[in-house]
T-cell receptor, first 111, second 117 residues
Framework: KQEVTQIPAALSVPEGENLVLNCSFTDSAIYNLQWFRQDPGKGLTSLLLIQSSQREQTSGRLNASLDKSSGRSTLYIAASQPGDSATYLCAVTDSWGKLQFGAGTQVVVTP | GAGVSQTPSNKVTEKGKYVELRCDPISGHTALYWYRQSLGQGPEFLIYFQGTGAADDSGLPNDRFFAVRPEGSVSTLKIQRTERGDSAVYLC???????????????FGPGTRLTVL
């Protein structure tokens, strides 16, 4: 059974520091991996989607890597800003697109 | 609208009552997913529709939960005899399946917060 774990559960950094968020999964037979952002009381916003054949994806200050064989993904956010404060969720998909999520990392960026 | 919409945004009900939660996916998206998110947890899969049919309902917790998508667009999640443990945020997502199948990015609605008293 697939299990997705995110470490740490919470993270607080001063503005300007780089953020490193970790995601691990137990079954490497994934179709894709997706990173989401969730603001309090809101739905999920997709940040990056990495196909299983890819090693990384980049969008602006965000970069996500994927190592399928070791069951790991890392989300890097460069030069963090207070507006980056949110909960970040990673999820792996099967071929149907069904997402299995980790519990998330709650990030606070202090001015 | 451009995104996935869900109604109502909040629903408070009493234990034992019946509720319906609605999802309007992005126009043209053939795949629709329902998830449930409890406080402090990631969303958990409930059911997946491809067109009008439920392709995978393995995440529905019991037979009090049922979902339909009669015309392949709007979907309704129905919960009978609600229990306090059903309290959660119910999220809907849609994606566009290509002709060759495979997975496309999922876009989420804002969710419905269900509170069972």
């Amino acid at each position: 059974k697939q299990e997705v774990t995110q470490i740490p559960a919470a993270l607080s950094v001063p503005e300007g520091e780089n953020l490193v968020l970790n995601c691990s999964f137990t079954d490497s037979a994934i179709y894709n991996l997706q990173w989401f952002r969730q603001d309090p009381g809101k739905g999920l916003t997709s940040l990056l989607l990495i196909q299983s054949s890819q090693r990384e994806q980049t969008s602006g200050r965000l970069n996500a890597s994927l190592d399928k064989s070791s069951g790991r993904s890392t989300l890097y956010i460069a030069a963090s800003q207070p507006g980056d404060s949110a909960t970040y969720l990673c999820a792996v998909t099967d071929s149907w697109g069904k997402l299995q999520f980790g519990a998330g990392t709650q990030v606070v960026v202090t001015p | 609208g451009a995104g996935v919409s869900q109604t109502p945004s909040n629903k408070v009900t009493e234990k034992g009552k019946y509720v319906e939660l609605r999802c309007d996916p992005i126009s043209g998206h053939t795949a629709l997913y329902w998830y449930r998110q409890s406080l402090g947890q990631g969303p958990e899969f409930l059911i997946y529709f491809q067109g009008t049919g439920a392709a995978d309902d393995s995440g529905l917790p019991n037979d009090r939960f049922f979902a339909v998508r009669p015309e392949g667009s709007v979907s309704t999640l129905k919960i009978q005899r609600t229990e306090r443990g059903d309290s959660a945020v119910y999220l809907c997502a849609s994606s566009q399946k290509g002709l060759a199948g495979g997975y496309n990015e999922q876009f989420f609605g804002p969710g419905t917060r269900l509170t069972v008293l």
